[in-house]
């Protein structure tokens, strides 16, 4: 069993049987949390990436989503759906990003 702890936008993720052996989360500032929907899986969201985590800790973080801003729309078991700001064109873009995976579709920012 695992414990995830979120203050002042750092997180750490820690097994309660060795608390010792915690993991910080690669997520900073961390702006949302959010459990998958009949899974396993956090979500952790800052300004411009997507990580997740499992029973085990890091399981995939997304290349950059958005110049500066993300918005999570819809969570299910297989997928997230968002909005990014696309700051060269003064916009907001949909994204989605495959639970399993990390896979992402969508969204703009400099590194696309």
């Known amino acids: ?34 459990a998958v929907p009949k899974g396993d899986k956090m979500i952790f969201v ?9 029973e085990s800790g890091f399981l995939w973080q997304t290349n950059s989503l958005s110049w500066d801003g993300l918005k999570i729309i819809k969570v299910t078991s297989t997928k997230i759906s968002g909005i990014a700001w696309d ?4 916009k907001e873009v949909d994204f989605f990003v495959n639970i399993e995976n990390g896979a992402s579709e969508g969204g703009a920012s400099p590194e696309n």
């Open 1 to 34: 069993m695992t414990l995830c702890v979120v203050l002042k936008g750092q997180g750490y993720w820690v097994p309660i049987g060795s608390p010792k052996a915690f993991e910080v989360v690669c997520s900073l500032p961390i702006k949302e949390v959010i």
């Open 46 to 54: 800052d300004y411009v990436r997507i990580a997740a985590y499992g």
């Open 87 to 90: 700051a060269p064109n003064n």
